[in-house]
């Protein structure tokens, strides 16, 4: 694989690196790219089936639909029943994913944590599971190699900054260059539950820093300042964002450290169009 490019860039008189992940491709695209790497490497004939699950605006979905695509196996995505709009009239990544040849088979509400705990049992050779939002001891090469290319890339590395979900991203990439501070936020929950998360994973590397947004916001709720810090990235630096993840780490980043940075963007830009109608249906844009 070609390493994705490296550029410099000012925000709000910071200076800072940026390590373009979000280019690999538009809906493979940030640490999806990177968490699937086993199976980007993995050969078109060892696969016939992936399976997954989560939510129909999941960026993971998009991008095992699009790595599937590639691959010619079939992709079957599991998720709770979907309401009529959305299927009258799909969006965002769910549209993507369809267009990309996903079967997404709905469950009902009330049957769907017994459903997902039973997609493991009996598995043939021919197909794999994908957990949710592609967590799990697998993203682990993808990160690594990411750790190459920016030590290939950089003769001394600022700290890292990336955001976190389930913060399978963050732990790996510490894991991976013990020797640089990394910096995250938890943007689903709060620290305990994000830390939670990343003890199911290992031990929590010491240079790894969780730092703790001063105003509580519910994932993915619409907020005017999300909007107005977005819109400030995209002009002052050219590069888009997304919507869900970035603001809340921008903002945090900015107001409790000072130091030089190297951003890794997490892609994830492909799903600011049913963002984007989110917040314009709030006015907030
Ligand atoms: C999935 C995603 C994350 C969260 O990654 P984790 O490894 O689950 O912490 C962050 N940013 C973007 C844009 C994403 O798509």
Redesign the pocket.
Known sequence: MTPTPLSAHEFKGRKFFLKRDDLYNPFLS???FR?LHTLIQTPKSSLKRILSYGGTQS??MVALAKLCHDKEWEFVYYTKKLSKTQKENPQGNYFHALGLGMKCVEVEHALYKECIASLPIGLDNATQLVHQ???GLE?QAGMEALAMEIRTQLLEIPPIV?????????FFLAHALKECKVYTVP?VGDVAYLRLQMEALGDIPKNLYILEPKKKYPFAKPQKEFFTLWQELKTQTGVEF?L???PLMWQTLLEQTKEEFLYVH???VL?NDSMLTRYRAKKFC
């Open positions: 940030g640490n999806k968490k960026n993971a939002g592609g967590a993203a990336l955001p976190s979900g389930t913060g399978t991203s963050a943007a997304d869900l993840y970035a997490s892609g994830g799903g």
